[in-house]
């Protein structure tokens, strides 16, 4: 029978199933609407949450024994502290000071049991509470660990699986994905930059200036009359060149005024006429002799008036200006006039310009002047228009140009050529690398010499077509002529580093019956750290603080420290020079190529740093934690005390070397005690031995007063039989992160002195060194010895604050200014550490790490996605990969265990419910009988 054949039998059936579904389909928005009041529910408690901890305010001591609570809200309130302590005001609650009783067994249980005895008679709350714990104690107690409900509850967490499986339809899955941030790390570059100078050069002085006006025509004439002063003329100048019984003669002119803006003003001055006279302009009388006009044409005298009348405005326009004199003359006569123009010449001035024939032609006519020359050089005005009193009329327009008017020749006043000059001749020879002169060091004597062909030279333009930013310039020589002959120029090279991370996402999916599930019915704001990178930074920041510490003497003879004076991260000062110029440069401030490197520097850094981790965990009586506190700390003294590693190191074994399976008498008979002290000094001194060779380390270490290592790097027979010491013979001791800078920069220097052609002196080659390792900060640079002849700097001088770390520098860069502390000057460097008793002070908050991070991850110290597998899995860091494993380095034991191993070796057959129940009655029974 078919489907549809079934339901035509069974209508009624059918009906009833059809409004079943009907209801339930027109319910079901409802029915999912109902999770929704739990989601708004659980977000009000959510926003309630954070406005709470948003307005929580921490208590404040308001002194007196009184406490503020909720300061600064309206919910502020005061209590005092003997209501939440009432024996705090107890004259018998105050006992001696208990930090003196730290390390003090024997005292810390004698104070415990003086307590017990006053609190057991004592009639306070205090007394009254311990009392009752007390004889709660010595009541008989039930042994629940048969108990039903202790049973069931162990049953569950036996076989959990049931239980899971009923929560089966929720799972959460964490997304991890890589992040990089990205730090530039600085690599500072110094160069010396000098002026080019020729040998031969022209200076030419062009100077234009524009006519006032111009004649046109008629009887007349211009002339200067001095500096910003013209004389225009009516008529012609002379005597008695006319001769009638009685006649008029005229005189008339045309003048073309050009530029009316630089005339200043117009004055008819003089007029001069035998026997009678009158001026006209543009046919207008302006003035009228002093004899008037008409009567007796002889006077028998010629008169000269000086009328002074203003006519400026009939020059307050451009075009011709036409003026006429005319003369009654009897006899013999004359007559003519005078106009005088005062004009503003920078009006008319369009050009006053000095160009040199090249383009650092300048640069040879200052070398000249300021005497840097050699002998015969010369610099000349080989054209000067001017007289004597320094001024000269331009031939084109006819005004007067004077010194004053014109810009400045380009040369010093010493050199004697004046503004008017209109050519300059330069030439010399001009060396700005003394090259003959001498200096005298710790290194010998020496003298600068001409460069051979091709001899390689580091130019400020190297650094800029290496991509190298600019940061600074600093001059050191400017001389009379005001031009810098030396400037030392600051490149910033570095390169971009990223510093790993990782980023998790954390998502619950619930496919069950149950809509609204945990964080699915709200949204959780967790706060997560990607501070993880920034953690290991202060990791090794305290790391190295306790083994970059220094103190002074507060008794020499004693060699007592004086615990006020210790330092963190202190530096020394330090600096190189360089002599001559940029051709014949001796240059002892240059790191050559070829050096080992920051990497195995830092390398060697934190492999130090995990042994001084692994010993300073050894019990505090061990010998050989005492030996390697005496390299730590700088309270005591590195010296002799080296020599005593001939203790007993049993107790110790097992947490160094990492197992957990020898007994003392399996470690005496099997050797290991010498193994013990290849693992705490060969971990070390090999690896420097093997990496960096002799020299490195022999400085470091010796073997009973000889030195520990052979040509080859290798241990010395003496070494292998008679054991590695730190210090002693000829090797150096000091604190333990400036002992590794010794010896490290032992080496360096070897390779450098091959490649530094030049004798620089031992201090520099350190310098060359730890600037390569970034721990030094360039404070400038200063002029040291000058040329006694040209005055020029002979010898300029790098000024650095040195460090025995990278992370040392950089916490003094970030941590001094906050304590107002600087470094001093290029002259006086002041390269302290930073107090201890100052720390407390610093905001760590505003200390960037992130150079000392991107360092770690440039030299690939820091885990990444790629070799976060190899790098980070437990035996790699605590078993057989360690570098505390004594079988990489030939010891005669069994490869070093990981910590879960030994942790488990530690707890076989252990059976903790005993060892529980034992301490609990032990517990109870400490109190009085």
């Given at each position: 029978?078919?489907?549809?054949?079934?339901?035509?039998?069974?209508l009624?059936?059918?009906?009833?199933?059809?409004?079943?579904l009907?209801?339930?389909?027109?319910?079901?928005p409802?029915?999912?609407?109902w999770?929704?009041?739990?989601?708004?529910?659980?977000?009000?408690?959510?926003?309630?949450g954070?406005?709470?901890?948003?307005?929580?305010?921490?208590?404040v001591?308001?002194?007196?024994?009184?406490?503020?609570?909720?300061?600064?809200?309206?919910?502020?309130?005061?209590?005092?502290?003997?209501?939440?302590?009432?024996?705090?005001?107890?004259?018998?609650s105050?006992a001696?000071?208990l930090?003196?009783?730290?390390?003090?067994?024997?005292?810390?249980?004698?104070?415990?049991?003086?307590?017990?005895?006053?609190?057991?008679?004592?009639?306070s709350?205090?007394?009254?509470?311990?009392?009752?714990?007390?004889?709660?104690?010595?009541?008989?107690?039930?042994d629940?660990?048969?108990?039903?409900?202790?049973?069931?509850?162990?049953?569950?967490?036996?076989?959990?699986?049931?239980?899971?499986?009923?929560f089966?339809?929720?799972?959460?899955?964490?997304?991890?994905t890589t992040?990089?941030?990205?730090?530039?790390?600085?690599?500072?570059q110094?160069?010396?930059?000098?002026?080019a100078?020729?040998?031969n050069?022209?200076?030419?002085?062009?100077?234009?200036?524009?006519?006032?006006?111009?004649?046109?025509?008629?009887?007349?004439?211009?002339?200067s009359?001095?500096p910003?002063?013209?004389?225009?003329?009516?008529?012609v100048?002379?005597?008695?060149y006319?001769?009638?019984g009685?006649?008029?003669?005229?005189?008339?002119?045309?003048?073309?005024?050009?530029?009316?803006?630089?005339?200043?003003?117009?004055?008819?001055?003089?007029?001069?006429?035998?026997d009678?006279?009158?001026?006209?302009?543009?046919?207008?009388?302006?003035?009228?002799?002093?004899?008037?006009?008409?009567?007796?044409?002889?006077?028998s005298?010629?008169?000269?008036?000086?009328?002074?009348k203003?006519?400026?405005?009939?020059?307050?326009?451009?075009?011709?200006?036409?003026?006429?004199?005319?003369?009654?003359?009897?006899?013999?006569g004359?007559?003519?006039?005078?106009i005088?123009?005062?004009?503003?010449l920078?009006?008319?001035?369009?050009?006053?310009?000095?160009?040199?024939?090249?383009p650092?032609?300048q640069?040879?006519?200052?070398?000249i002047?300021?005497?840097?020359?050699q002998?015969?050089?010369?610099?000349?005005?080989?054209?000067d228009?001017?007289?004597?009193?320094?001024?000269?009329v331009?031939p084109?327009?006819?005004?007067?140009?004077?010194?004053?008017?014109?810009?400045k020749?380009?040369?010093?006043?010493?050199?004697?050529?004046?503004?008017?000059?209109?050519?300059?001749?330069?030439?010399?020879?001009?060396?700005?690398?003394?090259?003959?002169?001498?200096?005298?060091?710790?290194?010998?004597?020496?003298?600068?010499?001409?460069?051979?062909?091709?001899t390689?030279?580091?130019?400020?333009?190297?650094l800029e077509?290496?991509?190298?930013?600019f940061?600074k310039?600093?001059?050191?020589?400017?001389?009379?002529?005001?031009?810098?002959?030396?400037?030392?120029?600051?490149?910033?090279?570095?390169?971009?580093?990223?510093?790993?991370?990782?980023?998790?996402r954390?998502q619950?999916?619930c496919s069950?019956?149950?809509?609204?599930?945990?964080?699915?019915?709200?949204?959780?704001?967790?706060?997560q750290?990607?501070?993880?990178?920034?953690?290991?930074?202060?990791?090794?920041?305290?790391?190295?603080?306790?083994?970059?510490?220094s103190?002074?003497?507060?008794?020499?003879?004693?060699?007592?420290?004086?615990?006020?004076?210790?330092?963190?991260?202190?530096?020394?000062?330090?600096?190189?020079?360089?002599?001559?110029?940029?051709?014949?440069?001796v240059?002892?401030?240059?790191?050559?190529?070829?050096?080992?490197?920051?990497?195995q520097?830092?390398d060697?850094?934190?492999a130090?740093s995990?042994l001084?981790?692994?010993?300073?965990?050894?019990?505090?009586?061990?010998?050989?934690?005492?030996?390697?506190?005496?390299?730590?700390?700088?309270?005591?003294?590195?010296?002799?005390?080296?020599?005593?590693?001939?203790?007993?190191?049993?107790?110790?074994?097992?947490?160094?070397?990492?197992?957990?399976?020898?007994?003392?008498?399996?470690?005496?008979?099997?050797?290991?005690?010498?193994?013990?002290?290849g693992?705490l000094?060969?971990?070390?001194a090999e690896?420097?031995?093997?990496?960096?060779?002799?020299?490195?380390?022999?400085?470091?270490?010796?073997?009973?007063?000889?030195v520990?290592?052979?040509?080859?790097?290798n241990l010395?027979?003496?070494?292998?039989?008679?054991?590695?010491?730190?210090?002693?013979?000829?090797a150096?001791?000091?604190?333990?992160?400036?002992?590794?800078?010794?010896?490290?920069?032992?080496?360096m220097i070897?390779?450098?002195?091959?490649?530094?052609?030049?004798?620089?002196?031992?201090?520099?080659?350190?310098l060359a060194?730890?600037?390569?390792?970034?721990?030094?900060?360039?404070?400038?640079?200063?002029?040291?010895?000058k040329?006694?002849?040209?005055?020029?700097?002979?010898i300029?001088?790098?000024?650095?604050?040195?460090?025995n770390?990278?992370?040392?520098?950089?916490?003094?860069?970030?941590?001094?200014?906050?304590?107002?502390m600087?470094?001093?000057?290029?002259?006086?460097?002041?390269c302290?550490?930073?107090?201890?008793?100052?720390?407390d002070?610093?905001?760590?908050?505003?200390?960037?790490?992130?150079?000392?991070l991107?360092l770690?991850?440039?030299?690939?110290?820091?885990?990444?996605?790629e070799?976060?597998a190899?790098?980070?899995?437990?035996?790699?860091?605590?078993?057989?990969?360690?570098r505390?494993?004594?079988?990489?380095?030939?010891a005669?034991?069994?490869?070093r265990?990981?910590?879960?191993?030994r942790?488990?070796?530690r707890?076989?057959?252990?059976?903790?419910?005993?060892?529980k129940?034992?301490?609990?009655?032990?517990?109870?029974?400490?109190?009085?009988?």
């Amino acid at each position: 029978m078919g489907l549809g054949a079934f339901f035509d039998r069974h209508l009624r059936l059918t009906r009833s199933l059809a409004m079943t579904l009907s209801v339930t389909m027109a319910w079901t928005p409802f029915a999912v609407a109902w999770a929704d009041p739990m989601q708004a529910a659980g977000s009000e408690g959510q926003q309630t949450g954070q406005q709470i901890l948003g307005a929580f305010q921490f208590p404040v001591d308001a002194g007196g024994g009184t406490m503020t609570l909720n300061p600064g809200t309206t919910q502020e309130s005061s209590i005092n502290v003997s209501t939440l302590f009432p024996d705090a005001n107890n004259a018998n609650s105050v006992a001696a000071n208990l930090t003196s009783l730290y390390g003090n067994n024997p005292g810390t249980i004698a104070a415990g049991l003086n307590a017990q005895t006053i609190l057991n008679g004592e009639p306070s709350a205090t007394g009254e509470a311990y009392r009752t714990l007390v004889n709660n104690a010595h009541q008989s107690h039930p042994d629940l660990q048969n108990d039903p409900l202790w049973k069931a509850g162990d049953q569950v967490f036996a076989d959990f699986t049931p239980w899971a499986a009923s929560f089966s339809d929720c799972t959460i899955t964490t997304t991890q994905t890589t992040a990089t941030q990205p730090v530039h790390i600085p690599d500072y570059q110094l160069c010396l930059r000098q002026p080019a100078v020729p040998q031969n050069c022209t200076a030419t002085h062009e100077v234009k200036v524009e006519p006032l006006l111009s004649y046109v025509s008629g009887n007349g004439g211009l002339s200067s009359c001095g500096p910003g002063c013209m004389d225009l003329y009516v008529g012609v100048v002379g005597d008695n060149y006319w001769s009638a019984g009685c006649a008029v003669f005229s005189w008339q002119v045309t003048y073309n005024v050009l530029h009316p803006e630089a005339i200043v003003s117009a004055t008819l001055e003089d007029v001069e006429f035998d026997d009678h006279a009158r001026v006209y302009y543009g046919g207008s009388l302006i003035y009228t002799g002093s004899t008037g006009w008409g009567g007796s044409c002889e006077l028998s005298n010629s008169w000269v008036d000086h009328p002074n009348k203003d006519v400026s405005y009939a020059f307050n326009s451009t075009g011709n200006k036409v003026f006429r004199q005319d003369t009654m003359v009897g006899g013999n006569g004359e007559g003519y006039s005078r106009i005088r123009l005062r004009y503003d010449l920078s009006k008319l001035m369009t050009q006053d310009e000095w160009s040199w024939s090249g383009p650092n032609c300048q640069n040879l006519a200052s070398a000249i002047t300021d005497g840097i020359c050699q002998a015969g050089s010369q610099l000349i005005c080989t054209n000067d228009p001017a007289n004597a009193s320094g001024c000269y009329v331009d031939p084109v327009s006819q005004v007067m140009i004077c010194e004053s008017d014109l810009a400045k020749a380009p040369v010093a006043e010493s050199a004697g050529i004046r503004n008017t000059c209109m050519s300059i001749t330069a030439a010399g020879q001009c060396d700005l690398n003394s090259t003959g002169q001498c200096w005298t060091d710790s290194a010998g004597t020496h003298c600068l010499s001409p460069p051979d062909a091709g001899t390689p030279s580091t130019a400020c333009a190297d650094l800029e077509n290496q991509g190298c930013a600019f940061i600074k310039s600093q001059c050191l020589d400017t001389l009379a002529s005001g031009t810098c002959w030396d400037s030392v120029d600051t490149y910033d090279c570095g390169q971009q580093a990223g510093i790993p991370g990782i980023q998790s996402r954390t998502q619950q999916q619930c496919s069950g019956p149950i809509r609204c599930m945990g964080e699915d019915c709200m949204t959780v704001n967790r706060t997560q750290s990607q501070d993880f990178t920034q953690a290991l930074a202060l990791l090794n920041t305290a790391q190295q603080m306790a083994m970059d510490l220094s103190c002074d003497y507060a008794n020499a003879e004693l060699q007592q420290k004086d615990p006020s004076s210790c330092e963190v991260f202190k530096g020394e000062d330090a600096s190189c020079k360089m002599v001559g110029g940029v051709v014949t440069l001796v240059d002892c401030c240059k790191t050559p190529a070829g050096s080992m490197g920051l990497s195995q520097y830092i390398d060697l850094i934190l492999a130090t740093s995990q042994l001084d981790n692994a010993v300073m965990r050894m019990d505090a009586t061990s010998a050989v934690r005492g030996v390697w506190e005496t390299l730590r700390t700088p309270f005591s003294v590195a010296g002799d005390a080296w020599n005593s590693f001939q203790a007993d190191f049993a107790s110790t074994v097992n947490d160094l070397v990492g197992t957990d399976m020898l007994s003392t008498t399996d470690i005496a008979s099997q050797g290991l005690l010498d193994s013990l002290k290849g693992e705490l000094m060969k971990t070390v001194a090999e690896w420097i031995g093997s990496t960096f060779g002799e020299a490195a380390g022999n400085a470091l270490f010796s073997a009973g007063g000889q030195v520990a290592f052979d040509s080859l790097g290798n241990l010395t027979p003496a070494a292998q039989s008679g054991g590695v010491q730190l210090g002693g013979g000829a090797a150096f001791a000091g604190t333990m992160l400036s002992t590794l800078m010794a010896a490290y920069t032992a080496v360096m220097i070897a390779i450098m002195i091959i490649q530094i052609v030049w004798s620089c002196e031992i201090p520099e080659y350190e310098l060359a060194a730890k600037k390569q390792l970034k721990v030094c900060k360039d404070l400038g640079t200063y002029c040291d010895s000058k040329d006694p002849i040209t005055g020029l700097c002979l010898i300029r001088k790098e000024s650095y604050c040195c460090y025995n770390t990278p992370l040392a520098r950089i916490l003094n860069e970030q941590i001094k200014p906050q304590l107002g502390m600087g470094f001093g000057t290029a002259e006086a460097p002041e390269c302290t550490g930073i107090k201890v008793e100052d720390l407390d002070k610093v905001d760590w908050n505003q200390v960037n790490l992130d150079e000392w991070l991107g360092l770690l991850a440039q030299t690939h110290h820091l885990p990444t996605a790629e070799n976060a597998a190899s790098m980070l899995n437990l035996d790699q860091l605590t078993g057989t990969g360690s570098r505390l494993n004594p079988q990489r380095y030939g010891a005669a034991t069994g490869n070093r265990q990981d910590t879960l191993t030994r942790t488990q070796g530690r707890m076989t057959e252990l059976d903790v419910p005993t060892v529980k129940r034992q301490s609990e009655l032990e517990g109870w029974g400490m109190g009085p009988q």
